[in-house]
């Protein structure tokens, strides 16, 4: 049994008493709040206990749906963020969950020269060139069934072009609809492969230069 309290203009006075039903809908980061129901008469009878119990469920329920919004809320902030530090970067990233290429950033459609929508259609080992296309297959599935494999690790791709191209490739697993997916994110590292390359190219004729001439 609680007071009932009207706005009078000036200020607040008690009008009745009656039942009243509190149930707390705050989350982390947001303002304190609290949701009330109460029989809002002046005749001093409150509900009978059946309907007591009703209003509870009811405001259990309407916190419920609160708070989920809340969280929601949250949540799309989070997915924006997400999106517009994905689009603007100039590493691939690349989202994908059992098989499947559910999310690509411009990025990797630059670098593999193919659409979004076409990589999307594909499954995530067939851009990897052929050398590394199992590897990466099993790594990626076992990543997801949760076992622990390397994540971190340099490959090949093989663009739209039929051009090979290196990039230093991270992934981790993340929770996407409730399920298990993989994040990865790879930088296009070709230019400094074909300049070790060369380098070593270099070192090696050098050499066997040095070799012969001492023979």
């Known amino acids: 049994d609680a007071p009932i309290y009207a706005w009078t203009g000036e200020g607040t006075s008690v009008v009745g008493h009656g039942w009243v039903a509190c149930t707390p809908i705050a989350q982390p980061g947001h303002v304190p709040m609290a949701l009330f129901c109460n029989d809002a008469g002046t005749t001093g009878k409150p509900f009978e206990p059946l309907k007591q119990d009703l209003i509870a469920v009811l405001c259990s329920m309407l916190a419920n749906i609160l708070r989920k919004r809340q969280a929601e809320g949250v949540l799309r902030e989070s997915e924006k963020k997400f999106r517009t530090l994905a689009e603007t970067v100039e590493a691939s990233i690349f989202l994908f969950q059992g098989e499947t290429l559910t999310y690509v950033n411009p990025a990797a459609t630059r670098v593999s020269g193919y659409s979004a929508s076409e990589l999307r259609s594909m499954r995530f080992w067939e851009l990897i060139h052929p050398d590394f296309r199992d590897l990466v297959k099993e790594r990626g599935l076992a990543r997801q069934r949760g076992e ?36 990865g994110v790879a930088f296009d590292i070709t230019e400094r492969k074909r300049a070790e390359e060369q380098l070593f190219r270099r070192v090696e004729s050098e050499r066997i230069t040095m070799r012969v001439a001492t023979d």
């Open 148 to 183: 622990e494999v390397p994540s971190r690790y340099e490959l090949k791709i093989r663009t739209k072009q039929g051009e090979d191209r290196w990039v230093d490739y991270s992934s981790n697993v993340v929770d996407f609809d409730g399920r298990p997916a993989v994040l």
